[in-house]
């Protein structure tokens, strides 16, 4: 189990907020004590608190747990998985003000870059966070992402699917995702990831965020897929490339590359390589999006 921290980053910033005042201060402001600093540091907002990822690589997802797909009908989450293809889970509801919306407006669009179609390589599976939302409730918010994805999934290849809290809550936990409510404002806040799972229902993948590059995402599901999916290509790339977590994104192993470039023409390792390369430099160099608008991957809904 790996614990994924989502809230490092900001308590790095207030670290370096805590320093700047210090070093501002100079001789006007008494130092603050180590012992303090390190309390106010580690201290996080009361709605953030048990919020994050405990990853749970290899485990089952909770198959049999019961819910109501959108049409009404009761499913078992086993029902969903067809044993041939990778199912990308995520947890959304369809009144959360901001942060499900950017991160499954994200999803669409590096599904809508990559050439395989969701029902047909792959299958997806929304989990409805709030126990309150009903099958109608779910129809309209499945509709809103499949008409903003723009093919047809058919009727198995997107499902929302909701059901009580404890249902919801015993899926959450069998992958690691942990979130809660704000009581004050009735929202559910969670963390921005998706989790990729092989056909067998095993917990192989997290994507974190509300951005997923294609390339990732598409190598991703070609890995998890365990070679049910992906071109001879894909594989090829897999074996040189290895998922780097920490990074969130495909780095190249060197020794596996040697070993390629040893059977295969340099021209057509290199092409294929460049080509790689070249999308993941052009990734790194996009503008990064605001922080200021609290979509880090761990704020509220």
């Known amino acids: 189990m790996r614990l994924r921290p989502h809230l490092q980053s ?5 670290a370096a907020l805590a320093v700047g005042v210090t070093l501002s201060g100079g001789a006007m402001a008494k130092p603050v004590p180590a012992a303090d600093q390190l309390d106010r540091m580690e201290q996080l907002p009361e709605r953030l608190r048990g919020v994050d ?4 690589l290899g485990e089952s997802v909770a198959r049999g747990v019961r819910f109501r797909d959108e049409t009404g009908r009761e499913v078992s989450l086993g029902d969903l998985l067809d044993g041939t293809r990778p199912v990308i889970l995520t947890f959304n509801y369809s009144s959360c003000p901001m942060l499900c919306s950017l991160e499954l407006n994200g999803l669409v669009a590096a599904m809508k870059q990559i050439e395989w179609t969701a029902g047909q390589e792959f299958r997806i599976v ?10 109608a409730g779910a129809s309209a918010f499945r509709d809103r992402y499949v008409k903003q994805y723009g093919r047809d999934p058919g009727a198995e290849g997107w499902r929302f699917v909701s059901g009580s809290e404890d249902s919801i809550r015993a899926v959450a936990a ?3 995702f942990a979130y809660g409510f704000n009581e004050a404002r009735k929202e559910w806040v969670h963390p921005a990831a998706i989790v990729l799972l092989a056909p067998d229902g095993k917990v192989a993948r997290y994507l974190y965020g509300i951005e997923y590059h294609p390339k990732t995402l598409r190598l991703s599901l070609a890995e998890v897929g365990e070679g049910k999916v992906g071109s001879s290509i894909d594989q090829l790339v897999l074996y040189c490339f290895h998922y780097d977590a920490d990074e969130g994104r495909y780095a190249p192993v060197a020794m596996n590359i040697m070993r390629v470039s040893s059977g295969l023409g340099a021209t057509l390792l290199g092409g294929v390589l460049a080509s790689f390369w070249l ?3 052009r990734r790194r160099h996009r503008p990064e999006p605001s922080s200021g608008d609290g979509t880090d991957g761990s704020s509220p809904s």
Not at 10 to 14: D, G, K, M, N, P
Not at 53 to 56: D, I, L, N
Not at 126 to 135: G, H, W
């Open 279 to 281: 999308t993941e430099s």
């Open 10 to 14: 900001t308590r790095y910033a207030l």
């Open 126 to 135: 929304t989990v409805v966070l709030d126990p309150n939302e009903s099958p």
């Open 53 to 56: 990822v405990a990853e749970q």
């Open 174 to 176: 069998s992958v690691g």
